[in-house]
């Protein structure tokens, strides 16, 4: 069992759509990241987590770390927001980040 | 500025050649990584600088050396390749390597070895 896992693996939606990317692990954790990656492309940091919620534009993600559960959520998704979405926690004292195998998203015009 | 650059964008090399792959951030970041990504993929760590030492190597093979001048440039230095070793190589910077900084990551160096 993957110490992170999403879901879905992949998501195609219509433009417009509310989108929920799901990830659970399985360690302690010090932070949780989400990351977004355009095809081919580098990587960005969407949001570093700890606790409660952030909120960034159309971007939402929450943790819940009794549950060891996060989300991320897309308000009014663009065809732009169509990219692999990663999340990747920090075990507690290590210097590593454990990664999921990532959500494929597609937002059709 | 919160960028990381990398340099080359694109790189392609023979099994016997040696290159080198770069890294820059001014963001005074002391903890600096390379990560590996094969296509669809997540990325793979291989090397964490802390404070401008090495303090992980993940078991990468010899061919691979990576080097840390000071602690805005880190180096990615390559020789005698092989074809599964094309792949994105990744760079990124943190404030410290073990507490919750944000990580900012550059945008890759796609290698191909033929």
């Known amino acids: 069992k993957n110490e992170v896992e999403q879901s879905p693996q992949n998501l195609t939606a219509q433009e417009g759509e509310f989108i929920t990317i799901n990830c659970s692990y399985s360690v302690g954790i010090s932070a949780l990241h989400w990351l977004q990656q355009h095809p081919g492309g580098g990587i960005v940091s969407l949001f570093m987590l700890s606790s409660g919620k952030k909120k960034h534009g159309r971007l939402i993600a929450t943790i819940n770390i009794q549950e060891k559960h996060s989300s991320l959520h897309i308000t009014a998704s663009h065809p732009r927001d169509s990219a692999v979405y990663i999340c990747a926690v920090r075990d507690s004292g290590a210097q590593k980040l454990v990664f999921g195998q990532g959500t494929r998203l597609t937002i059709n015009p | 500025d919160t960028e990381v650059t990398q340099t080359p964008k694109h790189l392609v090399m023979g099994m016997t050649n040696k290159k080198s792959l770069k890294c820059e951030q001014h963001m005074g970041h002391r903890a600096m990584y390379w990560y590996k990504q094969k296509a669809k993929k997540p990325p793979e760590l291989m090397f964490v600088y802390s404070y401008e030492k090495l303090s992980i190597n993940e078991s990468v093979p010899s061919r691979f050396s990576p080097e840390c001048p000071n602690s805005s440039l880190l180096n990615l230095h390559l020789h005698a390749l092989q074809p599964e070793d094309s792949a994105l190589y990744l760079c990124?910077?943190?404030?410290?390597?073990?507490?919750?900084?944000?990580?900012?990551f550059g945008e890759g160096s796609r290698l191909t070895v033929l």
């Open positions: 990124a910077s943190s404030h410290l390597s073990g507490g919750t900084g944000e990580l900012f």
